[in-house]
């Protein structure tokens, strides 16, 4: 049996910090490369008798600090100055000084989970359990008060006769020889492990469903649900009728819906304002609410000409000198009001929407009877955006 | 124990040292003179720049002898008198002291009684800004400064001799009396010489952040004369580089305790933005001020941060030097950006040139200093006892 | 009383060898616990109780349960949040800061001062956390999470600082604990003979075999875990002093909290350190390893951080008075002699002047007496918190808001619960996990280094 086990390497006890550094020192001189010393604590200046270049965990803390803190940096700024800009206590939007604890914080986290992690991973190669050493004699004396040295097989000088001599000669106290354990297999789908995982599962998923559903509705959890007010269009008995919402008091005005004051007048002669100024967004919301409801009969430059062929009577042409004389409320009062075949279009638009058409109207109308003042500006704005 | 210290061999430093630093010396009284002449508000603002730079290499140094005392530290031993002369301006202070004191009504707008008669707020303050009270303070402040400046080394140098123990025990009483007496005496001279310039001002962490700024500076004069000495052999020969790494270190903390505290304050007026505590800060953001307050974050906190942030900087002799020079060069501007902005007065291109003979001078009389002493007593503390402890310190 | 200074104290005492310490420090985690053991765990977990009742009313019927209201609407929970979490800057301090000074003597109290700094801290959360009321809804607002509303947390708040600072800090002390424990755990893995405990143990140490290729990287990784604990931990209490300082309220609204509010959670921290750290060391023979040199060394750094905060205190009401703010003087003035006169004298007793003992060496080497002192150092600390958070508020700037708070028995059964939280978790702690670190003290103990390290080779 004992010849079939595969041989990690060999192993020497030594008593004092002292002897472990000279065999350490003896063992890297010797030229054996694949070796490790095991020691209950660190001792000093062995990373000079094992001649280990310094260990390069530093740069893993650096990168991920600095990612950390530029992480933490774009992501307030994106939040705070971009993505949902508000004015807090007078301070500008990218309020720096502001930011520098939470930028602090984030780079401390990430570096110092980022160095155990590397530590773990990249530096000792994952944990091991079933690593050869584990559980054999030498494990449990440099575990306490021994120090070891360990030479592997797998060493390019690797003879077993020659370094229990080498080790002899240092002083070892003992020397052993590690045996690879036997494999043994490991099943995915063992029984155990699938009730194991079923056991889990079910546990995980039986709180998700009674937390959600069950508890967040029980008293207090649902004191944000279940709050002492009349809900809309619930039963109250506090009143007689026991309805819970009550009719407005006369004269209440629903926000957006301010009467018109000449509903039903024809033509009035003192019409309203226009308080919109034809901007750029204006006359662009304009267009486009002027395409969808007025250009089937007026046509889409105001000529008159229904894409309806006849189907509905022709509209007259918005270019008319009535037509351009009125006032901005006069044509506002046709949307509002409607006028012969044309119905009111008040439920399709809005009031913004309903003067952004009038203006959008007026900038047709300025379009079709261009001054000569007009085609200069025309031809010097294509000019600069030819040269552009 | 063996006594391996008596391997120190003592070492006269150079005749061409004091000559550079009786050189530098005389160009800033020369210099300081014909500014005085030429523009005295201007000269007497920046001759209490310079006296603020001596008096914060000074009293840091004399408060980290004390902190190694009383710490038990042994690192440091072989370095004591390093520190120790740096810390040796300490009694000249009061001499120096003079020329702000003839000029109070240049430097401080609290002594003009005609003003603080009108100025309800100054009225108030008046029972501790006055001229009286300020001298009594200064007196009393520089006198203990001066007494445990001369009791520390007179018992380290009596130690040389008689290798008494009991002398570090009498010394670490002292220190422990000291440290205390220290962070009342600084703070003072932080408000009186730098805060009060602007007297409506108040900030309840100015004694710190002058203690940050004061240890930095001591530590940086330290660190450049130790790797100085000891590349010229002065010092003891068993020093390593492990030395080195303490200072560097040291360095590095307190670069970062400055920084630490520079935000802490601006921090919080900036958020709670007060005018009354604002305006000292926004002195400091107009015309091309903006430009030191802005430098000032990068010149004291990140370039040093960067220099000494890895570990075998820490023990690099160039970059320990570098680093210490930077430090000082930054504590300059520190006291600068701290001092001149109140200076209202005419300034002329001349005299702000010639405004830096005050800082040459002051290095010259450190340097000089420093020799003399050196010329006294040991540049190591031979019969400390634990001299060989410190020796044998390794990381 | 004649010290020798060139020769170096023995960190540990009584020239035990490597295996007396690991059975030493092992014993506990060996052995049955005794009566005395669960007397202790019944009487903490009896405090926890009347906790968890406080906690089931505040929960039930909301934060009026509590006794404040305008015009103080901080009260106990923040004074107890501003307490726990300065308790626990001790252990940080003393795990991360010594170490970087290379004071060998942290060794002995490191890993306890550790946990207490995670406990602490878990003390600690449960008061903001149950502040906000409906806490179970609190991450809504805590946390930056992409949401309907399109909301983001309000990253300007020092409040949101906190939530950062105290978790990251939680996380952190937790790595660094646990990175000190793996070595440990690995000794413990090969000396136990149970073997439920193998695996637990094996399963903790991560595989870790003692390689010097692995110490190696180890050793670097602990000092820059060191390197960035130290910054955080004055970060932590720095912000925890924002909450307070960013405001404009006089008696709040002062430069020097940042640095005095850590020099105060350390000096509380370290009185609780020694507290619990005196029955410890008797309970589980420990005193080799903790010895009176050490409890001295701390008594010192309570000597010297309670003078800092004497400092703070002189520096704050001296620029009370300079700063010619009438409001200022009045907060300063209302502190010391108004109707919570009681509250700041014992707060001034207790930092201040009790510390002032210590100057004497026999009373830093007296167990008992140091043991009171650091009690009143402790109860010292509450109240600081509360001179601060109350007598600012309680003084509106309108006279006609102007209150008297008093808390309420859920008040005081939240404090008692945390309290209870807080030794159950030490009491747990010391009997399933090393409350020494073994290869630390092991790496100090006599003849443990090489002769001649360094230099030499």
Known sequence: ?388 | ?395 | MNIDYSQELPVVEGRLSLREIDDLIARPMDEKPNKKYFLALSFTLSLMSIGAVSVALTLYYGIGMWGNNQPVGWAFDIVNFVFWVGIGHAGTLISAILFLLRQKWRTGIARFAEAMTIFAVMCAAIFPVLHTGRMWVAVVYLLPYPNQHGLWVNFTSPLIWDVFAVSTYFTVSLVFWYVGLIPDFATLRDRTASKIKKVIYSVFSLGWRHSHRNWQHYEKSYMLLAGFATPLVLSVHTIVSFDFAVSILPGWHTTIFPPYFVAGAIFSGFAMVVTVLIFVRKVFDLENIITINHLEKMNKVILATGMMVGYAYGMEFFIAWYSGNPVEQFAFINRAFGPYAWAYWIMVSCNVIFPQFFWVKKIRRSVPLMLIIAIFVNIGMWFERFVITVTSLHRDFLPSSWGYYTPTLVDFGVLIGSFGLFFTLVLLFTKTLPVVSISEVKAVADGAQPSHHGGDH
């Open chain 1, 1 to 388: 049996m004992e010849q079939q086990k595969k041989v990690f390497g060999l192993a020497a006890l030594f008593d004092s910090p002292d002897s472990i550094i000279k065999a350490a020192k003896t063992v890297t001189d010797k030229g054996y490369k694949n070796f490790d010393v095991h020691t209950p604590y660190p001792v000093h200046g062995m990373d000079k008798a094992m001649k280990l270049p310094p260990s390069k965990l530093g740069y893993v803390t650096l990168t991920f600090g600095l990612t950390g803190a530029a992480i933490a940096l774009l992501f307030m700024y994106w939040t705070m100055s971009v993505d949902y800009p508000m004015i807090i206590g007078g301070k500008p939007f990218f309020a720096f000084p502001a930011f520098i604890p939470v930028t602090f914080e984030v780079t401390v986290l990430l570096a110092t989970l980022s160095t155990v992690i590397g530590m773990i991973t990249f530096f000792f190669y994952y944990p091991d359990n079933s690593h050869p050493i584990h559980d054999t004699n030498y494990m449990k004396s440099v575990s306490i008060d021994k120090f070891g040295v360990c030479i592997e097989a797998t060493d390019s000088k690797y003879n077993e006769e020659e370094i229990s001599k080498l080790f002899a000669d240092l002083g070892a106290k003992s020397t052993e020889i590690i045996y690879f354990a036997e494999k043994v297999d490991r099943k995915i789908f063992e029984p155990k492990f699938i009730t194991l995982l079923i056991v889990t599962a079910s546990i995980v998923s039986g709180v998700a469903y009674i937390h959600l559903n069950k508890i967040l509705y029980l008293p207090p959890f649902d004191w944000m649900m279940e709050q002492s007010r009349v809900n809309v269009q619930s039963m109250s008995s506090f009143f007689n009728d026991n309805f819970g919402m009550r009719t407005p008091v006369k004269g209440t005005v629903a926000r957006g819906f301010l009467p018109y004051e000449f509903a039903g007048v024809n033509e009035p002669s003192s019409p309203l304002a226009n308080p919109f100024f034809p901007s750029k967004e204006n006359l662009v919301l304009g267009e486009k609410k002027y395409n969808t409801f007025c250009s089937p009969c007026h046509g889409n430059f105001g000529d008159g000409d229904s894409r309806l062929n006849g189907q509905f009577p022709l509209p007259p042409s918005l270019h008319t000198t009535k037509a351009r004389e009125w006032q901005d409320g006069n044509l506002y009062h046709i949307i509002v009001n409607g006028q012969n075949v044309m119905p009111s279009y008040a439920s399709q638009l809005n009031i913004e929407e309903r003067w952004a058409i009038v203006n959008y109207i007026r900038v047709l109308q300025r379009a079709k009877n261009a001054s000569d003042a007009d085609i200069q500006e025309i031809k010097k704005e294509s000019v600069k955006n030819v040269s552009r």
């Open chain 2, 1 to 395: 124990m063996s006594h391996d210290n008596l391997n120190f061999v003592k070492k006269e430093l150079p005749t061409g040292f004091k000559n550079l630093g009786l050189i530098l010396l005389l160009v800033g009284i020369v210099g300081g003179t014909i500014s005085f002449f030429l523009n005295a508000e201007q000269a007497i603002f920046n001759y209490l720049l310079a006296f603020m730079f001596l008096m914060s290499i000074g009293v840091g140094a004399l408060f980290l002898i004390s902190l190694e005392y009383v710490a038990g530290a042994d690192w440091s031993t072989p370095l004591r008198r390093v520190i120790e002369f740096s810390a040796s301006v300490i009694p000249y202070l009061i001499v120096l002291s003079i020329p702000i004191l003839l000029n109070l009504h240049t430097l401080f707008h609290w002594s003009h009684t005609d003003v603080v008669a009108t100025d309800k707020v100054l009225q108030g303050k008046s029972p501790y800004l006055n001229e009286m009270f300020f001298a009594i303070r200064v007196v009393v402040v520089f006198a203990i400064w001066g007494l445990f400046y001369f009791l520390f080394t007179k018992n380290s140098k009596k130690q040389d001799i008689t290798k008494d123990q009991k002398l570090t025990s009498i010394n670490i009483k002292l220190s422990a009396v000291f440290i205390p007496l220290f962070a009342i005496t600084a703070s003072v001279a932080a408000i009186d010489f730098m805060m009060s310039l602007e007297p409506h001002w108040f900030s309840t962490i100015f004694g710190v952040y002058f203690f940050s700024g004061s240890v930095l500076a001591a530590l940086s004069v330290i660190t450049y004369a130790t790797v100085k000495l000891r590349e010229g052999g002065y010092l003891h020969p068993k020093m390593v580089d492990d030395h080195y790494y303490s200072l560097g270190a040291l360095l590095f903390a307190f670069v970062n305790f400055w920084g630490y505290i520079a935000f802490s304050q601006y921090m919080l007026i900036w958020y709670a933005n007060l005018p009354e505590e604002t305006f000292w800060f926004l002195a400091r953001w107009e015309g091309s001020w903006i430009f030191i307050s802005l430098a000032l974050i990068v010149v004291h906190f990140l370039v040093p941060y960067s220099v000494l942030l890895s570990q075998p900087a820490k023990m690099d002799s160039k970059k320990l030097k570098f680093a210490a020079l930077w430090i000082l060069f930054a504590h300059v501007l520190d006291l600068y950006w701290l001092i001149l902005p109140t200076f209202h007065g005419e300034s002329n291109f001349v005299n702000t040139i010639l405004g830096f003979s005050f800082i040459i001078g002051a290095i010259g009389l450190v340097m000089l200093l420093f020799y003399f002493n050196a010329k006294k007593t040991n540049l190591v503390p031979i019969g400390d006892p634990k001299l060989e402890k410190g020796l044998n310190f390794r990381l």
